[in-house]
């Protein structure tokens, strides 16, 4: 296994359209989190599921964003209709039950709204 | 309101002194801590962990240090070196099943 892994790396897009990451966690972990970062700051809670179901969304998640994860193993954040301020870093994260000894994250997909 | 913050946003240091990193939390109901280190261009990387039963403990060149009392938290590195440099974020989770919740980091840079 060779950790999380996100893609794609980069994606730069034009207002108003739609984009799809896709995150590949651990194998055997169960939890995946989605994390917004912006520059200059810590990376900021999105959602998170438990195997297939989405257990809790922040308020940052507006009705644009959707993710899923439905057969508990990969998933995908999708960002329909995209603003410039939808321009972050987003990280994915693994962890084995409730992540006590930590989370294990990607590298992350830079978005860029033009 | 909660948060998790840092005192100091940036700090440079010499290679081969001591760092010192830290963080202050409000959320008395956090049992839980992790610092993570940020390269440029990657994702966060798990340094050390600490549960709120302890007040120190000790990696490799890396030591956490909890004060509940005061709600403070800190990253010691020794004897740092250059690929030290990165920004370094405290995380806390609340008791159960809350994510993690981060702070807004301090950049250290190492001065060879």
């Known amino acids: 296994d060779t950790g999380v892994s996100q893609n794609p790396r980069h994606k730069i897009t034009k207002r108003g359209q739609n984009v799809t990451f896709r995150c590949d966690p651990i194998s055997e972990h169960n939890r995946l989190y989605w994390y917004r970062q912006t520059l200059g700051q810590g990376p900021e809670f999105l959602t998170y599921f438990q195997n297939e179901a989405q257990l809790e969304k922040s308020r940052l998640l507006s009705d644009r964003f959707s993710a899923e994860r439905p057969k508990g193993s990969f998933s995908t954040l999708e960002i329909q209709r995209t603003e410039q301020g939808d321009s972050a870093m987003y990280l994915c994260a693994s962890s084995l039950g409730t992540g006590r000894g930590g989370y294990t994250f990607g590298s992350g997909t830079r978005l860029t709204v033009v | 309101g909660e948060s998790v913050g840092l005192h100091l946003p940036t700090l440079s240091v010499q290679e081969g002194d001591n760092s010192i990193i830290n963080c202050a939390y409000s959320?008395?109901?956090?049992?839980?801590f992790i610092w993570y280190k940020q390269e440029s261009g990657k994702g966060p990387q798990f340094i050390i962990d600490?549960?709120?039963?302890?007040d120190k403990r000790q990696g490799q060149r890396v030591t956490v240090l909890l004060n509940k009392t005061v709600k403070h938290l800190s990253l010691q590195i020794a004897a740092t070196q250059p690929g030290d440099s990165a920004v370094y974020f405290c995380?806390?989770?609340?008791?159960?099943?809350?994510?993690?919740?981060f702070g807004k980091g301090t950049r250290l840079s190492v001065i060879a």
């Open positions: 600490i549960r709120s039963n302890m």
């Open positions: 995380a806390e989770n609340r008791a159960g099943n809350t994510p993690l919740v």
């Open positions: 959320n008395s109901a956090s049992d839980y």
